[in-house]
């Protein structure tokens, strides 16, 4: 059975802090992806890693993909109070595994 | 843009009431799926379609029931609601096939059973 773990379960910074969560495996995923949570809401697609090895940058975010594809991270470079939120990692052909998430709380 | 919409963001209904849950997506997505969240559990696959009139069960089937007459609308049913359903339901779409099995969510229905 394909897991995905998530650390870390939570994490709580100050504004312009930086930060790294992590999405780990033991098994291969052909692409991963990130989503963000804010309270009440659905998730939205951040980003999908696709390419062992592969680097993405997203303004403040920076997802990287392991390169045997079996775990991703997420840095985030001097967080602010709008980064708040659920982050997901997902993986998997046709039904996605996710899993639990980082809550992550950045105050001003 | 994908856009997915839920008939409601917050439903109250009483223990034994039959629940319906509507979702709607815009970009003719194949594949619809729903979803509850509970603290600690994160996301649980309850029921996906990948095709009209197609179901599968995901897995924590058991209390719900689905239905995708269309290609665009996909419900869940709730056929005797109980406490235990008591949670976020979130409803998705995604494109079948290719290599990367995105999924675009909707709003999210908060379900209290009381």
């Known amino acids: 059975t394909q897991l995905l773990e998530q650390s870390p379960q939570f994490l709580s910074i100050q504004e312009g802090e930086n930060l790294t969560v992590y999405c780990n495996s033991s098994?291969?995923?052909?692409?991963l992806q990130w989503y963000r949570q804010e309270p009440g809401e659905g998730p939205v697609l951040l980003v999908t890693v696709v390419t062992g090895g592969e680097v993405k940058k997203l303004k403040r975010l920076t997802f990287q993909f392991g390169d045997a594809r079996k775990d991703s991270s997420l840095h985030i470079t001097a967080a602010q109070p709008g980064d708040t939120g659920l982050y997901l990692c997902a993986g998997g052909l046709g039904n996605l595994i996710f899993g639990k998430g980082t809550k992550l709380s950045v105050k001003p | 843009d994908v856009k997915v919409t839920q008939s409601s963001r917050y439903l109250v209904k009483r223990t034994g009431e039959k629940v319906f849950l509507e979702c709607v997506q815009d970009m003719d997505h194949e594949n619809m799926f729903w979803y509850r969240q509970d603290p600690g559990l994160g996301l649980r696959l309850i029921y996906f379609s990948y095709d009209v009139k197609m179901k599968e069960k995901g897995d924590i089937p058991e209390g719900y029931s689905v239905s995708r007459e269309k290609k665009e609308r996909f419900s869940l049913i709730l056929e005797s609601a109980s406490t235990n359903q008591t949670s976020m339901y979130l409803c998705?779409?995604?494109?079948?096939?290719?290599?990367?099995?995105?999924?675009?969510f909707g709003p999210g229905t908060r379900l209290t059973v009381t």
């Open positions: 098994s291969v995923f052909s692409s």
């Open positions: 998705a779409s995604s494109l079948l096939g290719g290599d990367l099995y995105e999924q675009y």
